[in-house]
């Protein structure tokens, strides 16, 4: 009984001292920074143009039908009409890209009767204009065509994978090209449901990793079985967002600030995300111990592989190329225009950004300054493989912003591609990516040996004969003295 008295009191220690160290460690990742920045290759916050700003706000009764209560999601579809879910109201609003009234949608057609959404969550439109819908409380995903006829309704899924106690809650849908729907549903810990084109459900992909306090593990190994029966079970966590590319992939976030926050999961929901940037793709680097890290909770892909996500602890949103660069960052707490009081959706009208505010009801408009635009298109050039305009753009990003590390790099990149491997290398220096810097050597010395090959063999071979006759002519002297002597 002592014995386990004392291994008590010895484990409390160890957490106490675990738990001082993480604070202190969190108390010293804490800064305050500017409104826009960038992170440097030490992980210290440096300063950066603003890549947006922000220019009007729009909200429902500016449009003129009452205010947008409590929307949760929206959605920009090819022809740049924008979906609001107004979840308040049990509404859809449609608007233009003037950011005018096209329609309101609260009801449609079931077998000559209507029906109505119940607390709805999630919002996705294909590129035919179909509409589907999270219909969360009446526990049932709802497909409707353009014209706004009822396609189908995915409700109730049976399979053996699911337990049958199992309530269907969705909270987000996005569609592929092939017309699979998936589904992020509370209280999931599987990953995304996976329905066919009839709506019928197939598998689960994309679970996240069990996330293990190391103390409460270090602490269940010493904890008798009653004390173990009380602790929570070490489950997945689930995910908080979801968005798919033009080509199927499936961007999503889970929200717990673990090194894989951001996912790019391929149709096997195998993760295929690029972290090769200084840091993993999370939000912010550096935090306060009282506020914590970043709660990423919605994301929106654009071509090029340029992805956005929003951390709704600060209210930023920040930008990745894909690599997992770190491109900019801009927004925030607050009552100023640009900043927001409950952020819960981020979606692209082009080169704008729209913010959908959750408490205030409102979307903030952000455009695109020069420094973005320079910045954008930098990448986009690079991943369309245009080495002379990605090199010129990262050129003019650099003279924009000397704190873009990662802008030598790309320029490295395009150098790279053109051949140029000792200005490669160069960049790639001033960048620190070590890795690209030891592939540019290796190319510069095999460029190198190529080019003077010629040369070091004639000149090997001249030593080889050289030595050789040098070995003849001294034979020859030393019999001619033994000869003498």
């Given at each position: 009984?002592?014995?386990?008295k004392?291994?008590?009191?010895?484990?409390?220690?160890?957490?106490?001292?675990?738990?001082a160290?993480g604070?202190?460690?969190?108390?010293?990742q804490?800064?305050?920074?500017?409104?826009?920045y960038n992170?440097?290759?030490?992980?210290?916050?440096?300063?950066?143009?603003a890549?947006?700003?922000?220019?009007?706000?729009v909200?429902?009764e500016?449009?003129?039908i009452?205010?947008?209560?409590?929307?949760?999601?929206?959605?920009?579809s090819?022809?740049?009409?924008?979906?609001i879910?107004?979840?308040?109201?049990?509404?859809?609003?449609?608007?233009?890209e003037?950011?005018?009234?096209?329609?309101?949608?609260?009801?449609?057609?079931?077998?000559?009767?209507?029906e109505?959404?119940?607390?709805p969550?999630g919002?996705?439109?294909?590129n035919e204009?179909?509409?589907?819908?999270?219909d969360?409380?009446?526990?049932?995903?709802?497909?409707l065509d353009?014209?706004?006829?009822?396609?189908?309704?995915?409700d109730?899924p049976?399979?053996e994978?699911?337990?049958e106690?199992f309530?269907f809650h969705?909270?987000?849908?996005?569609?592929?090209n092939?017309?699979?729907?998936?589904?992020?549903a509370d209280?999931?810990?599987?990953?995304?449901m996976?329905?066919?084109?009839?709506?019928?459900?197939?598998?689960?992909?994309g679970?996240?990793?069990?996330?293990?306090?190391?103390?409460?593990y270090?602490?269940?190994?010493?904890a008798?079985?009653?004390?173990?029966?009380?602790?929570?079970?070490?489950?997945?966590?689930?995910?908080?967002s979801?968005?798919?590319?033009?080509?199927?992939?499936?961007?999503?976030?889970?929200?717990?600030?673990s090194?894989?926050?951001?996912k790019?999961?391929?149709?096997?929901g195998d993760?295929?995300?690029?972290?090769?940037?200084?840091?993993?793709?999370?939000g912010?680097?550096?935090y306060?111990?009282?506020?914590?890290p970043?709660?990423?909770?919605d994301?929106?892909v654009?071509?090029?592989?340029?992805?956005?996500?929003?951390?709704?602890?600060?209210?930023?949103?920040?930008?990745?190329?894909?690599?997992?660069?770190?491109?900019?960052?801009?927004g925030?707490?607050?009552?100023r225009?640009?900043?927001?009081h409950?952020?819960?959706a981020?979606?692209r009208?082009?080169?704008?950004?729209?913010?959908?505010d959750?408490?205030?009801?409102?979307i903030?408009?952000f455009?695109?300054?020069e420094?973005?635009?320079?910045l954008n298109?930098?990448?986009?050039?690079?991943?369309?493989?245009?080495?002379?305009s990605?090199?010129?753009l990262?050129?003019?990003?650099?003279?924009?912003n000397?704190?873009?590390e990662?802008a030598y790099?790309g320029?490295?990149?395009a150098?790279l591609?053109?051949?140029?491997?000792?200005d490669?290398?160069?960049?790639?220096?001033?960048?620190?990516d070590?890795s690209?810097?030891?592939?540019?050597?290796?190319?510069?010395?095999?460029e190198i040996?190529?080019d003077?090959?010629?040369?070091?063999?004639?000149?090997?071979?001249?030593?080889?004969?050289?030595?050789?006759?040098?070995?003849?002519?001294?034979?020859?002297?030393?019999?001619?003295r033994?000869a003498?002597?």
């Open positions: 009984m002592k014995t386990i004392r291994v008590n009191i010895y484990l409390l220690m160890i957490m106490i001292l675990l738990v160290i604070t202190e460690v969190s108390t010293v804490a800064a305050n920074q500017p409104a826009s992170y440097s290759f030490w992980g210290e916050s440096v300063h950066a143009p890549a947006y700003h922000p220019t009007r706000l909200d429902g500016g449009l003129g009452g205010m947008l209560n409590s929307p949760t999601d929206f959605h920009v090819e022809d740049n009409l924008i979906y879910l107004d979840t308040g109201n049990n509404r859809i609003v449609v608007l233009n003037q950011f005018q009234l096209v329609e309101t949608i609260q009801s449609f057609d079931k077998e000559g009767e209507l109505t959404f119940s607390n969550r919002l996705f439109v294909t204009n179909d509409i589907f819908i999270a969360t409380d009446n526990q049932r995903v709802v497909h353009e014209d706004l006829n009822l396609v189908k309704i995915i109730d049976q399979s994978l699911i337990n106690s309530a969705p909270l987000n849908v996005v569609v592929d092939a017309n699979r729907v998936y589904v992020m209280g999931v810990f599987d990953g995304f996976e329905f066919n084109v009839d709506g019928y459900f197939t598998t689960f992909i679970a996240n990793r069990v996330q293990v306090d190391p103390i409460e270090l602490w269940k190994r010493f008798t079985r009653e004390q173990r029966s009380q602790m929570l079970m070490f489950v997945p966590t689930e995910f908080t979801m968005d798919i590319n033009e080509d199927g992939f499936i961007y999503a976030t889970n929200g717990d600030g090194d894989d926050a951001i790019k999961l391929n149709s096997r993760d295929v995300l690029r972290r090769e940037g200084y840091f993993n793709p999370i912010d680097v550096r306060t111990t009282a506020v914590g970043s709660r990423l909770i994301i929106d654009t071509d090029s592989e340029i992805y956005s996500v929003l951390d709704a602890r600060r209210g930023r949103i920040f930008t990745y190329n894909g690599d997992g660069h770190l491109m900019y960052v801009f925030g707490i607050g009552n225009l640009g900043e927001f409950t952020p819960v981020i979606e009208l082009g080169d704008d950004f729209l913010v959908l959750r408490e205030l009801g409102e903030t408009v455009e695109l300054t420094y973005g635009r320079t298109e930098a990448v986009r050039s690079y991943e369309r493989g245009d080495e002379e990605a090199f010129e990262y050129q003019e990003a650099v003279h924009m000397a704190n873009l990662f790099a320029i490295g990149k150098l591609r053109k051949e140029e491997f000792n490669a290398m160069h960049n790639f220096e001033q960048s620190l070590q690209n810097y030891s592939k540019a050597f290796l190319l510069y010395r095999n040996l190529r003077y090959f010629s040369i070091i063999m004639t000149g090997m071979m001249v030593l080889a004969v050289s030595s050789m006759f040098l070995r003849v002519y001294f034979k020859k002297i030393r019999r001619k033994a003498s002597i």
